[in-house]
Each structure stands twice: as C-alpha cells, then as structure tokens.
C-alpha cells in the first residue's frame, strides 16, 4: 500500500460524457501527478500540482483539467469523453515536487475508465 | 511520442536464468528511474541513478546509467517468479518526467 488512495477503482461511462476523477495523496506529500496508461500509449504524463499550484504540465488534452484543493487532495476531470480516452489512470504523490526526477513518487492503485 | 524505446518488449525466462532490460534514448536526462509494475496495481520505484555511468545494485538488480545519461540498463542475476512484471524506465528533463514503453517480464518457475 504505497498512502496514495484514488476514486473510483472503475468507471464506465458514455461517449461525450463528463467524469472526475480522485486523489488522496500520502500524509505529508506536498506534490499530485496524474498519468494516463494505455496499450497503444503506454504510460503517459499529464499534468503536476504542488501545493495547490500548477507546477508541470505534460500531454493533457484540453479537454482535460485538473485542480489540488487546499487539503491537498486532487480531482482530474474528463469532459466530452471519447471511446480513446478509455485507459488506467494514475495518480502518484511525492513530497516536494522537485525537479529533475529525484523526488520518489509513489502512485495510487489507479482508476480504470471504460467510455462505451 | 516516445522518447524512451525499452528492449526486450517480452521476455519469458525459466527460473534461476539472467537477464538484461535495455532502456535507450537520443535524449539527455538529468536523472533515470526504473519501476516494477504488477497487473491491477501502481509503478513501484525501484531506483534512482543521476550520474552518468553510475551503477546502483539492489540485491539481484543492478541497474547502470549510461556516461552520456541518454541510456540505462537493468540487469537481474538469477530471476525468481516474484520477479515477474512489467518494467519501466522513466527519465526527467526539465519539468518533464517521461515513461519507457515496457519489458513484460514472465519468469517460469
């Protein structure tokens, strides 16, 4: 159990539906990843908050937006959902966000989207 | 866009065998980390290299960073079935972190 907790473990919805997406980091981790895993895709970055702020962004689409709440939770929302757009995704937590790959993120168990 | 290409893609071993997991680049990375993910679950981190031609070893694993911090590899001596999943490479540039396409990794008991 890596602390990092994420809702729902699966989702299945429609095409052009909206979803939003959960995430608790560990106690104490300052910094909230979110990635997308797909066969075609493999792992892919989205997007990072740190402290309430956005501090990276990735391949996220603009129909894609995320936010990290004062209680430093965080919700990815997904808007006019495509059949492509169905994959795992992730979300990882790490203590200060730094730069440069060396802060260690441990990821959540995922949230499977399924778009029909 | 890829910017990391993993080798092999699958690699199905008996037990007690060696291994190699190559993860290669024509970018430069400022660090290089390397994950074990199991089916259902989140990337564990395994290791972290910064240094080009740094060599880290964890039990059977050693994991190497290339001089140029371009490439990196994953050796593991005498695989075990609890060895089996998927493993990746990650390598930071910037403010970018980016994924390696994965080595399915399956050993036999």
């Known amino acids: 159990d890596s602390g990092v907790t994420q809702t729902p473990k699966h989702l299945i919805t429609a095409t052009g539906q909206r979803v939003t997406l959960r995430c608790s980091p560990r106690?104490?981790?300052?910094?909230v990843y979110w990635y997308q895993q797909s066969l075609d895709q493999g792992l892919q970055f989205l997007i990072q908050?740190?402290?309430?702020?956005?501090?990276a962004k990735g391949n996220i689409l603009e129909r894609f937006s995320a936010q990290q709440f004062p209680d430093l939770h965080s919700e990815l929302n997904l808007s006019s959902l495509e059949l492509g757009d169905s994959a795992l995704y992730f979300c990882?937590?790490?203590?200060?966000?730094?730069?440069?790959?060396?802060?260690?993120?441990?990821f959540g168990p995922g949230t499977r989207l399924t778009v029909l | 866009t890829q910017l990391l290409e993993q080798s092999p893609q699958f690699l199905s071993i008996q037990e007690g065998e060696n291994l190699t997991v190559y993860c290669n680049s024509s970018?430069?990375?400022?660090?290089l980390q390397w994950y074990r993910q199991e089916p259902g679950e989140g990337p564990v981190l395994l290791v972290t290299?910064?240094?080009?031609?740094e060599v880290k070893k964890l039990k059977r694993l050693t994991f190497q960073f290339g001089d140029a911090r371009k490439d990196s590899s994953l050796h593991i001596t005498a695989a075990q079935p609890g060895d089996t999943g998927l493993y990746l490479c990650?390598?930071?540039?910037?403010?970018?972190?980016?994924f390696g396409t994965g080595t399915s990794l399956t050993v036999i008991p």
């Open positions: 990882a937590s790490s203590a200060l966000g730094r730069g440069g790959g060396t802060d260690t993120q441990y």
């Open positions: 970018s430069v990375f400022s660090s």
């Open positions: 106690s104490g981790d300052l910094s």
């Open positions: 290299v910064v240094t080009g031609g």
């Open positions: 990650a390598g930071a540039a910037g403010n970018q972190f980016y």
């Open positions: 908050y740190y402290n309430g702020e956005e501090r």
